[in-house]
């Protein structure tokens, strides 16, 4: 069955981030709990963190490895960042973010044990997305969530539905519809003209992006902004197209103003508080 591809505008960012109330304080804007970050692969937790606190979330926290404390506190002091105390950071969370240099040793998998069954929202990307693919189906259908989203790249969808990634871009359409209804929730499927297959059957696509984003950081700092939009209280499908959007669109006026070339995940981070505010 063929279904409408809506296009990702300027107008979503004005229906669904209205201005906030005058008397808003941080309790309004939720809490993002990011889980990565395995030993080597500090960096991706560090920017998925950032990027949250960047889009708007009111509070953020960060469960990693000892050794990546420092550098997130020195990076972005904002940001709660522990080693400890999984179980009590769960709690507070009102948005779960998993995946960014989470790894596929047995820390990662004790933490993503945990946390799948948690019925909060969840974005789930890169080592999540690995974890799940070994799943079996059974254990896949039971750990279903509306207002989960997925964030594959091609390599990830192709383990999700083990199949060769030349399948998955053969057809994208077809693979971010199958990715939806086997895991549920909503699937942004990264790469040129990212696709967003929702959990009542929407399909979004976006226009904006450019090459400059093949660049490593770049999926982790999409996970922010997409983890910060569910925790102001935006469903899985809203928050994966705007979120996909705004990303794409910082990146387009980075590439306009300064190239494609050595775009950085994290210059992201410069233009996209004036995007989130209507202010191009
Ligand atoms: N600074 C950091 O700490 C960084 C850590 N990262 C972490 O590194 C770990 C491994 O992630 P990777 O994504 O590198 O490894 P993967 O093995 O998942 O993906 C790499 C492979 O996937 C395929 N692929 C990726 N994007 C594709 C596309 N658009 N079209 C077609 N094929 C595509 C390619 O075959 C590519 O070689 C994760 O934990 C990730 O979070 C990365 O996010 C990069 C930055
Ligand atoms: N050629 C391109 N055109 C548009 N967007 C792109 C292009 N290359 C990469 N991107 C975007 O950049 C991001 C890359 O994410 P990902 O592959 O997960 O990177 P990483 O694992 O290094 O964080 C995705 O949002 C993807 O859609």
């Given at each position: ?8 505008d ?25 889980v990565?970050g ?10 998925a963190?950032?990027a ?30 522990n ?67 997925l964030?594959?790249?091609p390599?990830?969808a ?11 871009e ?28 929702g ?9 904006c ?23 102001q ?44 505010n209507?202010?191009?």
């Amino acid at each position: 069955m063929s279904r409408t591809i809506q296009t990702v505008d300027a107008q979503w960012l004005k229906r669904l981030l209205p201005r906030r109330p005058a008397q808003a304080h941080k309790g309004y804007f939720g809490h993002v709990l990011v889980v990565g970050g395995d030993h080597g692969y500090g960096g991706a937790a560090i920017m998925a963190a950032q990027a949250a606190a960047r889009s708007g979330a009111g509070l953020v926290s960060l469960y990693t490895r000892q050794e990546h404390i420092s550098a997130m506190l020195s990076r972005q002091p904002e940001v709660m960042a522990n080693h400890q105390h999984f179980t009590t950071m769960l709690d507070r969370a009102t948005v779960i973010l998993a995946g960014p240099g989470l790894g596929p040793d047995s820390w990662g998998k004790a933490l993503l044990a945990q946390l799948l069954v948690s019925n909060k929202p969840q974005l789930l990307d890169a080592d999540a997305l690995n974890y799940l693919a070994t799943l079996s189906t059974a254990e896949q259908q039971q750990l279903q969530h509306d207002n989960r989203v997925l964030t594959p790249h091609p390599g990830e969808a192709a383990r999700l539905l083990n199949c060769p990634t030349a399948a998955i871009e053969h057809d994208r359409i077809a693979a971010v519809q199958q990715l939806q209804q086997q895991f549920g929730g909503t699937v942004l499927l990264k790469g040129q003209h990212s696709l967003i297959a929702g959990p009542k059957q929407q399909l979004a696509r976006l226009s904006c992006g450019n090459p400059g984003m093949a660049s490593g950081g770049m999926g982790d700092v999409l996970s922010g902004i997409i983890a910060a939009l569910l925790a102001q209280g935006l469903n899985s499908f809203d928050a994966a197209a705007l979120g996909g959007w705004l990303h794409g669109s910082a990146a387009d006026q980075l590439a306009a103003e300064r190239g494609e070339r050595g775009l950085l995940a994290t210059d992201i981070l410069l233009p996209l508080q004036k995007l989130l505010n209507g202010k191009t």
